[in-house]
Nanobody, 126 residues
Framework: QVQLVESGGGLVQAGGSLRLSCAAS????????MGWFRQAPGKERAFVAA????????SYSDSVKGRFTISRDNAKNTVTLQMNSLNPEDTAVYYC???????????????????WGQGTQVTVSS
């Protein structure tokens, strides 16, 4: 339905910054919200941030609030995640996800999203 491709992952030192991008294609007109999730080895996929496609409302997990910023460019069909003050606990594969159905509040559960990218590795060294 919606194809998503993440980019921007890599290695960074603790305290540094990275900017992840997600390019959407296909039925982009169906997108209601976009989200970022992350999954570390042996851990469950966890919510990071989300943004509504039309209004730009945002939601963040407590662990990244104040450090990460999600934004979108509707004309370019892209979503970005600016990550600052990174620490080793942020090390994970980061996934971009799209929700194609309405919800009053931004979804924070992986099962509530319909389409997923392949993921991009973020490694933060100490």
């Amino acid at each position: 339905q919606v194809q998503l491709v993440e980019s921007g992952g890599g290695l960074v030192q603790a305290g540094g910054s990275l900017r992840l991008s997600c390019a959407a294609s296909g039925r982009t007109f169906s997108i209601y919200a976009m989200g970022w999730f992350r999954q570390a080895p042996g851990k469950e996929r966890a919510f990071v941030a989300a943004i509504s496609w039309s209004g730009g409302s945002t939601s963040y997990s407590d662990s990244v609030k104040g450090r990460f910023t999600i934004s979108r460019d509707n004309a370019k069909n892209t979503v970005t995640l600016q990550m600052n003050s990174l620490n080793p606990e942020d090390t994970a594969v980061y996934y971009c996800a799209a929700r194609r159905t309405f919800s009053r509040l931004l979804a924070r559960e992986a099962r509530e999203y319909d389409d997923w990218g392949q993921g991009t590795q973020v490694t933060v060294s100490s």
